[in-house]
């Protein structure tokens, strides 16, 4: 890397409590040249508390990929930048990737400046098992996008966690209801960190019947975690022929009558089947 270059610190912000910044974010954002923000009306709040009135620029989903080389150009000129969320650390379901990938192409340093992060907070107080632990995302916004992702998840044995909006939080939790077992242990936080979090452990059910009836459990951002399927030994054993025959089924029917054939034959699960040929299906589509 050239000396002469300027940094670019991904920094971490507080998802909810101002108070949860820390002091080296803040001497950061004191110190650089630029900072760009996912939305800069949102951040200057949080610059003006803690009296930061350096330059600001968007950076976002919609403008990142073209925003990026100029921001590089300006890295390699020496100044140095600071890319913020509007909470939280960026790059996890927030904007900024583009602009690394660019810096760690072109040698320049990019330094973390960690902090709050909504997945790691509501993971640390769920009571579930985090390791291992999948992190999802936001899911699809569509219901039969949103069923067919929660199949392809009905038998991880994993933990799994995703991110949803206020105005999708029910239905996509009606659609969970419809794949996965009402039983399942779910967690769903809420405005983290904030004066109205909530965080409710329980049932599939429990949960749905909650924010259904509850129009505070709709309100907010939200991170809802999974258990996961607790697997019997014959779920278990599935071995290379079983996929074999389940791929050969594929070619020559649809995934419903191959799955179906394929449990007569085997005696194994429709269900871990099905997970099976979406996964099946996947490969053979990628090598079309």
Request: glycine fraction near 6%.
């Amino acid at each position: 890397m050239s000396t002469d270059y300027g940094k670019l610190y991904v920094v971490a912000t507080p998802i909810g409590n101002l108070a949860d910044f820390s002091l080296r974010g803040i001497e950061t954002l004191k110190q650089v040249d630029l900072i760009a923000a996912e939305d800069t009306r949102h951040v200057k709040m949080l610059l003006q508390h803690y009296g930061i009135t350096n330059r600001l620029i968007a950076l976002h989903q919609h403008n990142e990929d073209r925003a990026a080389p100029a921001l590089l150009q300006k890295l390699r000129d020496g100044q140095s930048i600071a890319i913020v969320s509007d909470a939280g650390t960026p790059l996890l379901s927030d904007p900024g990737l583009p602009l690394v990938k660019l810096a760690k192409e072109a040698h320049v340093d990019v330094v973390p400046i960690p902090g709050a992060c909504a997945l790691i907070t509501a993971l640390s107080v769920s009571g579930l098992s985090v390791i291992p632990f999948s992190f999802e995302g936001f899911v699809p916004r569509t219901s039969s996008a949103r069923k067919t992702f929660f199949n392809e998840k009905l038998l991880s044995s994993t933990t799994w966690v995703f991110y949803e909006s206020s105005h999708r939080i029910l239905a996509c939790l009606q659609d969970m209801a419809e794949v996965l077992p009402t039983d399942r242990i779910i967690v769903v936080a809420r405005e983290l960190t904030k004066l109205h979090e909530t965080i409710v452990k329980a049932s599939l059910a429990e949960v749905l019947e909650r924010v259904a009836n509850d129009d505070n459990m709709r309100k907010g951002e939200f991170v809802v975690i999974v258990e996961g399927a607790v697997l019997d030994k014959s779920e278990q054993l599935i071995t290379p022929e079983h996929k074999r025959l389940l791929g050969v089924m594929l070619k020559q029917c649809s995934t419903k009558t191959a799955v179906a054939m394929a449990a007569d034959i085997t005696g194994i699960r429709k269900k871990l089947l099905y997970q099976v040929a979406l996964t099946l299906n996947g490969e053979r589509f990628a090598d079309d």
